[in-house]
């Protein structure tokens, strides 16, 4: 072997390290960065003595298919149930404190108070004051929830337009990617920015890949709707301005496509956006179905009754009154809109009488607790209430609205749990693609001593050609 090719071998050698060093060195730099992957830089031979270093970027298409799969499930999870949290504070307020089921509670109790001495007017003005509290309880709830549409409303439409930003970015990636591929240069860094960019897309909606020629990737939802090929599709909706009772909210489109939502606590929602249209349009609407068939069975279990005349609102009236709403069918926003009758005085409470004369039961005078014992029994007694509303058909008003309390407790424990274990597999996928494409540091550092041998070695193998060739020279002059 000449001189000349040792010394090229040599500096060839330094160079080849100096590429794998660097690599090296920025694996470590970027060890704690969860959207950077591990590269590898491979040396192959292009001819005798010469070499060259290829750059590879660690990758496990499964892996990170089950990440985007598990973010998705976890982020539609989570925005069902952080919104229960704060839908049963204004709703329920803490500890049920503000909730129609203490109201009633609280009713029944004045009831029956009035009925052991139904002389004292003052007790029969207690009732009418505690019905007021059932009253303001039904429409506050009312409000609230309605409000609280409003406001996911908004939620809604911000993500969206964070989603478009997202696949506007994603583009731009996507683009990098494409053109270094073509070039023949290194797309690593590109990679890693237009798989960051995915999985915060994936938060937003559940999401399915497949790459082209060039590394041209195209996003679709996991229903097949286009999210993206070559150009972003357009994710539109918009947004109410206030909410009524029984009435649905916008739909997300994307591409012209509607987005599906889910259903119940272990939600078959997937992404923060179907999370939200569950939480506005499923637990937030039945929670408001519930509160108007309270109202209804309130109306109906106060109602005056008369021998000549049809049954009339008594102690509560709604806007369809003297009528009574229809057993058993669910009337949208009543809870909005009942009211303690003008009216109602206590005399008029324990006599009957409030619609005419027609409806009065008492003649015997001020020691009369028939009809108020009455009332009471109607809180207790079963009565239908309409399916739709999703809880118990048939019960009595006061555990009709205690049970509605326990199924949004039933259904805010089961989004509870499920988003544990959800997060826990979002992070248990993420650790798994973390171990197979990250940066192990302890390896990192032992294949930089490695390195620093090698250079060590091609320095000194450069040391001994230019003292040959010194003496050489030397020996020449």
């Known amino acids: 072997m000449s001189l000349t090719s040792a010394l090229s071998i040599a500096q060839s050698a330094l160079l080849t390290t100096s590429k794998q060093t660097s690599i090296v060195s920025r694996n470590v730099a970027d060890a704690s960065n969860s959207d950077y992957a591990r590269r590898t830089a491979v040396v192959t031979s292009t001819a005798p003595g010469a070499r060259s270093v ?48 203490t109201a009633i509670a609280n009713l029944q109790q004045a009831l029956q108070l009035y009925a052991t001495t139904p002389s004292n007017q003052n007790l029969g003005a207690s009732v009418i004051d505690a019905a007021r509290d059932v009253v303001r309880s039904l429409n506050d709830g009312t409000q609230a929830i309605q409000d609280f549409r409003t406001q996911t409303d908004g939620q809604i439409a911000t993500a969206v337009d964070d989603l478009n930003k997202l696949l506007s970015q994603f583009q731009d990636a996507n683009k990098a990617v494409i053109s270094g591929t073509r070039s023949g240069t290194d797309v690593s860094d590109a990679l890693d920015q237009r798989d960051a960019i995915l999985k915060k897309i994936a938060e937003y909606v559940p999401v399915s890949t497949f ?32 909410y009524t ?55 109906t279990a106060f109602a005056e009754t008369s021998s000549s005349q049809p049954d009339a609102a008594g102690l509560f009236t709604w806007s369809g009154a003297p009528a009574i709403p229809a057993a058993g069918t669910l009337v949208d926003g009543l809870a909005g809109s009942i009211s303690v009758n003008a009216a109602m005085t206590p005399a008029l ?54 049970n509605s309390i326990g199924w949004f407790e039933g259904v805010r424990q089961q ?34 001593l490695d390195l620093e041998h090698t250079y060590q070695a091609s320095a000194r193998m450069m040391k001994t050609v230019d003292d040959m060739l010194d003496a050489l020279m030397n020996a020449v002059g």
């Open 245 to 299: 009772a029984g009435i649905p909210g916008n739909t997300i489109s994307i591409d012209n496509v509607p987005l599906s939502a889910g259903s119940g606590g272990n939600t078959s929602a997937v992404g923060k956006l179907a999370g939200l249209i569950t939480l506005r349009d499923g637990v937030a609407a039945t929670m408001q179905s519930q509160l108007d068939e309270t109202a209804r069975g309130l109306i």
């Open 211 to 242: 790459t082209r020629g060039d590394n041209d990737m195209v996003i679709t939802t996991t229903d097949g709707t286009t999210l993206f090929e070559t150009v972003p599709r357009s994710v539109t909706f918009t947004p109410s301005s206030g």
């Open 349 to 402: 409470l324990r006599d009957g009488g409030a619609n005419g004369a027609a409806y009065v039961l008492n003649t015997s005078g001020s020691s009369y607790a028939n009809l108020l014992i009455a009332y009471g029994d109607r809180l207790d007694q079963p009565m239908a209430f309409d399916a739709a509303a999703g809880i118990t058909a048939t019960s009595s008003v006061a555990d009709y609205a205690a």
């Open 54 to 101: 290829v750059i590879q970027r660690a990758a496990s298409d499964l892996l990170f298919r089950q990440n985007l799969s598990a973010l998705s499930a976890w982020s539609g999870q989570s925005a069902l149930y952080s919104g229960m949290d704060q839908l049963e504070l204004a709703v329920n307020g803490v500890d049920n404190a503000s909730s129609p089921s």
């Open 415 to 448: 989004a509870s749990t499920t988003a544990d274990a959800k997060e826990a597999l979002a992070t248990r996928t993420a650790e798994a693609l973390s171990n197979d494409t990250g940066v192990n540091v302890d390896q990192e550092m032992s294949l930089l």
